[in-house]
């Protein structure tokens, strides 16, 4: 079983979502969009699949320090965990302002703040490739003694946290607001107005942001997401954009040394003689308006009953990773990220995820008839397998047959 911490908390931010749903209806607020919470948990998912992967590498680069070069002993008392706290919070909060500030990083963080709304969907849109660029600012804790698996638990206890302050459901919150983040305060740090860009990086104490001259105050509810927004539901896409336009953008550059610079300067920056640095526009909320797919409503109830379905099967999988080789987890991954981008590409009413729709409704029931009696699993497996394919298979005919929008080119 898998005793992340995070992938342990899964059923609770869904109940906490279910509770912040019922405070939208009850106070007739838009929080969500259908699209965009399936693109954040989306994003979520990738990110902890690819964690199977990576945190293996970034642990153990912990752990190897730990072992042969701590300079010290440290007993375990409750000194030695307010300390890791407190060492573990400020080194995410330099890990998390350095993911703002150097271009190359800010591509392994970027995916955490494309969502135009805030709601605690955006909580778990995280990156998949961010731990590439973090890890190293925690490293110093293994110098100084403390046992991997301690750092480990605190680092995602640390995480969790901060779930609860992506919500536009609580105000300020008095003498609470001077030590700890909190939803105003995060807030500020999703904004994409000039004056929000860049401030409040804490993980739980702001008092980093207010020592290091990063804290801004909620002074007007911010408009969120990026400056140049993503405009898709892919969450392959969105891990992988930013680096895209990087790619482009580098290949102008003609001086080497520039290029390098432009690696490792802000997010924004061009050599002089290419303009200088590109500073976020003010926003004009008269004419802003957040990325929309309207989608017929077949359409909409045809995604979730996917989504649900796909969400129940990584759930199992997560919580039983460690019963599974690298080789079969890999091709697990692969499974899953096909059904989630197909999910968020088909309210883009792209033409080429209709064919691949079509090829998941007839692989994945055959592939899970083959698994069933290579492996001699019960009957019932095939009617789960005949069961899905004859739903999904008319409910999708139906749905490109009636919406012009979605028959194949």
């Known amino acids: ?45 990738t990110s902890q699949l690819s964690g199977l992967f990576l945190r293996i590498f970034s642990i153990g680069a912990y752990q190897l320090l730990f072992e042969h070069f701590a300079f010290f002993t440290l007993e375990r008392n409750w000194f030695y965990w307010l300390m890791l706290f407190l060492l573990a919070d400020m080194a995410y909060y330099w890990a998390h302002r350095m993911s703002h500030e150097i271009n190359l990083f800010w591509g392994g963080h970027v995916v955490h703040h494309q ?29 100084i003694g403390f046992q991997t698996l301690d750092f480990a638990l605190m680092s995602a206890l640390i995480t969790l946290y901060q779930f609860w302050i992506h919500t536009e459901t609580i105000n300020k919150m008095g003498w609470f607001e001077y030590i700890f983040n909190t939803p105003s305060h995060h807030r500020v740090h999703h904004g994409r107005n000039p004056k929000y860009i860049d401030k409040n990086h804490a993980g739980t104490l702001i008092i980093w942001d207010k020592m290091f001259g990063t804290f801004q105050e909620e002074e007007e509810r911010p408009t969120y997401g990026i400056t140049k927004p993503i405009n898709s539901w892919n969450p392959v896409w969105a891990n992988i954009s930013h680096y895209a336009g990087m790619s482009k953008e580098i290949r102008q550059i003609p001086k080497w040394s520039d290029r390098i610079r432009y690696l490792f300067k802000k997010p924004g920056w061009l ?38 379905l796909c969400l129940v099967g990584t759930g199992f999988f997560l919580f039983n990773s460690a019963a599974f080789s690298l080789g079969e987890k890999a091709i697990i991954t692969t499974l899953i990220c096909v059904t989630v981008v197909n999910c968020g590409v088909l309210f883009e009413n792209r033409k080429w995820v209709v064919w691949a729709e079509w090829l998941r409704i007839i692989l994945y029931p055959a592939l899970l008839v083959v698994l069933t009696l290579y492996f001699n699993l019960p009957m019932w497996y095939h009617v789960i397998a005949i069961s899905y394919f004859i739903i999904s298979f008319t409910w999708f005919y139906s749905i490109t047959k009636k919406h012009a929008l979605l028959q194949p080119a």
Request: hydrophobic share 50%; with cysteine; glycine share 4%.
């Open 115 to 143: 969502s135009e709304e805030y709601n605690l969907s955006v909580a778990l849109r995280q990156s998949s490739l961010q731990v590439v660029w973090t890890f190293a600012f925690s490293l110093p804790l293994a110098f």
């Open 271 to 308: 050599p002089d003689y290419m303009g200088g640095y590109r500073a976020a526009p003010e926003v004009d909320k008269a004419a802003y308006k957040k990325y929309d797919t309207p989608a017929p409503v077949m359409l909409n109830l045809y995604v979730l009953f996917q989504y649900v």
């Open 1 to 45: 079983m898998n005793i992340n911490p995070i992938v342990l908390s899964i059923p609770i931010f869904f109940v906490l979502m279910g509770i912040e749903l019922v405070v939208e209806r009850i106070s007739h607020q838009k929080l969500y969009r259908l699209p965009d919470a399936i693109a954040n948990l989306s994003c979520g998912i």
